[in-house]
């Protein structure tokens, strides 16, 4: 029998819930009916995806007619933007953050390729980032700040509400990827100044390729996808049920076992932590420590590459992700490493650990001991 899979990339994406795929499974078989037509094998798939409307909305805290269906945290982002610039013609200038995920990132650097005006507010070396500087950067034609919710490399929480009184006091419009925020810690948008808020379902065992993004209910908002008159003529294209059925029952469950599940996966995530740096004495946690998410280390291993770990790791069927992306043969760093201003060693030896509620004990303690293991071997090579 092949050994088991010690799945510790849940920041990459998570396992199905198997209570998610029961729910989804008749939309996939019986219940084909387009939401939009008049019939009630119509009527079916339009109840679900109401009912799973409410169920995200809860989640979040907002009401089930802010949230429109996306096909993924990419999509609600690039949408929220795209929004923004539509609304005033004199009205060009984003602000952002140096460690967005690349679905805001690369978004914004196309735009400022084109010539576009973008202001990327960098941030500390333990990835924290300063609400003053970032209001200091905001101007008259400033059309929307878009800021992360929780940085999905290093975990750090960035303080939203903060920045949501600065947006407003400046009249400016908030969007935030709350994708790796949701499940994970509370998210009340009820009384929140936020315009825009991104989820997607694959990162709290949901399926991939659904997610939603909030809309303020009295936000002027103007659609990237143009077509059909669905989510309210907010998102055109005939709706993924079966999917958006399951984000609505995954979001349920996220809901129902927030505050347990985050204390169980925070003390696997100290335990595994606390053990390796007691193990490999040189390694380093990036990052703060303070304001983080319960599921998320960032390890730098000084001397050790690590996607030379990441496949010795692999042998042991442990996954985990590696802080930089290989791109067509050349090792590229991570741009949010970069922005933390790490060193370049610091950066190509760190690995991003990430629990979830289907984690054990036991699969802490065997990774502490495979991964002490494959950088004692590395180190060893490297010195010898
Ligand atoms: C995964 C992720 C996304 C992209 O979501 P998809 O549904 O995979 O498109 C966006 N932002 C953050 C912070 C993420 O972790």
Known sequence: MPQPIIYLDNNATTP???AVLEEMLPFLTTEYGNPSSAYQLGAHSRAAIELARERVASLVGCAAGEIVFTSGGTESNNTAIHSALQLDP??????????????TFRYCEQLAERGGAVTFVGVAEDGTLDPDELEQVIRPETAIISVQWANNETGVIFPIERIAE????????????AVQAAGKIPIALG??????????????????GVGALFVHRRSAFRPLLIGGGQENRRRAGTENVASIVGFGKAAELAAIGLNAHAARIQSMRDAFEAGILAQIPSAVVNGTRHTRLPNTTSLAFPGVDSEAVLILLDRHRICCSAGSACRAGSTETSHVLRAMNLSEERQRSTLRFSFSRFNTETEVTQAISGLSRAVEQLQTLSNG
């Open 16 to 18: 199905l819930d198997p």
């Open 90 to 103: 004199a009205r060009q200038h984003i602000v952002t953050t140096a460690v967005e995920h690349s679905a």
């Open 166 to 177: 600065i947006a407003s006091r400046h009249r400016v419009l908030l969007h935030s990827d």
């Open 191 to 208: 009384t929140s100044k936020i315009n825009f808020l991104s989820l997607s379902a694959h990162k709290l065992h949901g399926p991939k």
